[in-house]
T-cell receptor, first 113, second 117 residues
Framework: GEDVEQSLFLSVREGDSSVINCTYT??????LYWYKQEPGAGLQLLTY?????DMKQDQRLTVLLNKKDKHLSLRIADTQTGDSAIYFC?????????????FGAGTQVVVTP | GAVVSQHPSWVICKSGTSVKIECRSL??????MFWYRQFPKQSLMLMAT?????????EQGVEKDKFLINHASLTLSTLTVTSAHPEDSSFYIC?????????????FGPGTRLTVL
């Protein structure tokens, strides 16, 4: 199974905030990423955070990083129906060969009107 | 962000035939490309890592003679599924990266749906 863990499903009402949680394994990972996958499509990079940061905000997206607990979260403000997708968190363990990513299983977010 | 394309987007083939999937980085030079396989409602499984001009590095359990990878230029990598069988039916996704990109980011192609009859 995956070493990066995510909850599998989240239902949220349009206009509310969504929070997607992830726990990762390697405290020395340099970067942590959030990707979005819509049905039948590839992965779209949403945002990333450098491991020496606690928070990063990018428009409606806020990433929080708790290195002590190896916990990463993605908050989507004012969630829209277009935000319905699967969201993957990923880490880049430095011990692995360059560029390899460890993905979580993905969180399916369903936005209801 | 950087753009990666894949061709074809979907393909249906008969059992025993070979299928080639192309992955192109359109607006940057990708020293490294990755090939993933994704089963329905599952995460991505890394199959192999290819560096331009050298042999691909395959993950454990992935047959290199069955999944041939070529990365002949900085903008093109190909995955050939040889003698495909129904169990090879899957969604294949490539990604491309380069050490010069911010945060060592991988940019993903849109995926190729392979169905083997």
């Amino acid at each position: 199974g995956e070493d990066v863990e995510q909850s599998l499903f989240l239902s949220v009402r349009e206009g509310d905030s969504s929070v997607i949680n992830c726990t990762y394994t390697d405290s020395s990972s340099t970067y942590l990423y959030w990707y979005k996958q819509e049905p039948g499509a590839g992965l779209q990079l949403l945002t990333y955070i450098f491991s020496n940061m606690d928070m990063k905000q990018d428009q409606r997206l806020t990433v929080l990083l708790n290195k002590k607990d190896k916990h990463l979260s993605l908050r989507i403000a004012d969630t829209q129906t277009g935000d319905s997708a699967i969201y993957f968190c990923a880490e880049s363990p430095p011990d692995d060969s360059w560029g390899k990513l460890q993905f979580g299983a993905g969180t399916q977010v369903v936005v209801t009107p | 962000g950087a753009v990666v394309s894949q061709h074809p987007s979907w393909v249906i083939c008969k059992s025993g035939t070979s299928v080639k999937i192309e992955c192109r980085s359109l607006d940057f030079q990708a020293t490294t490309m990755f090939w993933y396989r994704q089963f329905p409602k599952q995460s991505l499984m890394l199959m192999a890592t290819s560096n331009e001009g050298s042999k691909a590095t395959y993950e454990q359990g992935v047959e290199k003679d069955k999944f041939l990878i070529n990365h002949a230029s900085l903008t093109l990598s190909t995955l050939t599924v040889t003698s495909a069988h129904p169990e090879d039916s899957s969604f294949y996704i490539c990604s491309a990266s380069s050490p010069g990109l911010a945060a060592d980011t991988q940019y993903f192609g849109p995926g190729t749906r392979l169905t083997v009859l």
